[in-house]
């Protein structure tokens, strides 16, 4: 990996951490629905059931770390706790874009957690206007081997790119690659947008192109336009990279948008979620999983106790949600009707 691309990585992990990238003023939608109390669940808190199984792997919980980072040792190390904490609670994780291991085969361990989770769902991840850089099926079968991934992400991330000084910014033609590697990989491919979300027409061409699940990374959490308005190296760059950052489609809209143009697609809701009750609204909008980025960012950049801390948070918001609203199992929880509110 060049100089560059690695500062970047680095770069990328600091602003993340240290400065206020949210969206100013955009939501996640979420907060406009909610839950019907009900005083009478006639369940026991302690049988309620969150298991979901996904690609043939079953998960504890529909919660999932979502794509963060990797190629640097810093990097490493959040990978790594994260890893074990998703061992330890049987949980989704997807490591950050491996283009950087492509590039430089040594910095493939920086990605590896196979060693301390051997039984999770572990996605790997590249971006997919690579493929219109000279990225083939070859490259995808090297980032799944590299970790030994049971399935491939490609993120969706064309305002990063296009707001990046140093980004690739040609889209043209893209959806054909895409159903090549569909039909051509042993793994499930995922499509994911990385914070803008996905509109009903790009949710039904990658359907036709054979994804086997989208996650819809909707507005409402981490602004990467404003990622890049931090690290933009002139005033120019800043001023157009900030002028998006209300920029997106809302994580709740965006699971709409999905469910109503492919009814049978695989969800998965990130994006702005920030505890175990988004968690279950996302549920009960339609998907299958929800994954959270930012908020596992913070505390894997601290210790395995802390993620591991997080997440019993999280799991115990997500079971007394279900407990309120008279859901047993992930699949009553998605039969309940959320009200929307203004």
Known sequence: MSKVTEQRKEEHISINLEQNVQFPTLTTGLEN??????ALPELNLSEIDTSVTVFGKKLRSPLFMSSMTGGTDRASKINRNLAQAAQQ????????????????????????VRDLAPDILLFANLGAVQLNYGYG?????????IIGADALILHFNVLQEAVQPEGDTNFRGLIDRVAEICAKLPVPVIAKEVGWG???ADARLLAEAGVSAIDVAGSGGTSWSEVEY????????????RSFADWGIPTADAIEYVR??????????SG????????AKCVALGATL?????????????????????????????????????????????????????
């Open 198 to 200: 996905f509109s009903e």
């Open 33 to 38: 629905y909610r839950f019907l109390h009900r």
């Open 89 to 112: 609670y049987g949980l989704a994780m997807g490591v950050g874009s491996q283009r950087a291991a492509i590039e430089n085969v040594a910095l493939g361990e920086t990605f590896y």
């Open 230 to 241: 931090h690290r933009a190296p002139t005033a120019f760059h800043a001023q157009v990279a």
């Open 272 to 279: 702005g979620l920030k505890d175990g009750i988004d968690v």
């Open 260 to 269: 109503k143009a492919a009814p049978d697609m695989i969800v998965f809701a």
């Open 137 to 145: 099926v070859d490259h995808c079968r090297r980032a799944i081997d």
């Open 290 to 342: 929800a994954g959270m980025a930012g908020p596992f960012l913070k505390v894997a950049d601290q210790s395995v106790e802390a993620v591991c801390e997080f997440v019993e948070i999280t799991q115990r918001q997500l079971e007394i949600a279900m407990l309120c609203s008279g859901a047993a199992k992930l699949d009553e929880l998605a039969q309940i009707p959320l009200i929307k509110h203004p």
